[in-house]
């Protein structure tokens, strides 16, 4: 099996709140990962990195190769940081929509 047909497909765009459309950036997720638990006062880089790396896992999933509305991708965030006991950072999230 080659590491192409392995990777995941990423979604093609994420339709933001005003119906604009952008390319689909894993980055955008660690940056708000991490700015999220920045502002709960946990820095620990590798965290984020992990759990950025699951949410996109999630995404790519659920949306590949299709279009994604941003408030999906807010809701894999919340959900995936709730699950691993990160419920502040998920509100601060939430509240600030670091994406």
Sequence with gaps: MSSKSRRAIRPKKVIK???RAEAFDPRKIFRAVLGAFTDAGVEDESL?????KEITTEVCKKYGGKDVDSREIKKVVERVLVKHGYKRAANLYLLHRYM
């Design 17 to 19: 709140k005003g119906g």
């Design 48 to 52: 984020c990195e992990r759990l950025a």
